[in-house]
């Protein structure tokens, strides 16, 4: 299992920015693929954003285009997600996922989490 740690949650109002950040404990996860998710109460869990080990690959959740920016440092085993324009429907707990492959990160299904940090938009 690949140990993550987010941060960077907070409240913001409507029309801000945040960014959050998922930092690896381990060794070196440059071969990993990573994803952020993201769920509110009572909804399902879904993909905002994955990037391939590489990070020639970038993949974006429709709601997000636009507005989020994935970015990673293998040299410092980071992960960032820049989150722009925010609106209350961005409201949730954010996960970040990793795994040794893409598509199943993408799928949630093959992947270590971190324990999530929140994040609140207000009106």
């Known amino acids: 299992q690949v140990p993550l740690v987010e941060s960077g949650g907070g409240l913001v109002q409507a029309g801000g920015s945040l960014r959050l950040s998922c930092a690896a404990s381990g060794h070196t996860y440059s071969y990993y693929s990573m994803a952020w998710f993201r769920q509110a109460p009572g909804k399902e869990r879904v993909l905002v954003a994955a990037i391939s080990g590489s990070g020639g690959i970038i993949q974006y959740g429709d709601s997000v285009k636009g507005r989020f920016t994935m970015s990673r440092d293998n040299a410092k085993n980071t992960v960032s997600l820049q989150m722009s324009s925010l609106k209350p429907e961005d409201t949730a707990v954010y996960y970040c996922?990793?795994?040794?492959?893409?598509?199943?990160?993408?799928?949630?299904?093959?992947?270590?989490w971190g324990p999530g940090t929140q994040v609140t938009v207000s009106s």
């Open positions: 996922a990793a795994g040794p492959a893409f598509r199943g990160v993408v799928a949630g299904t093959a992947a270590s």
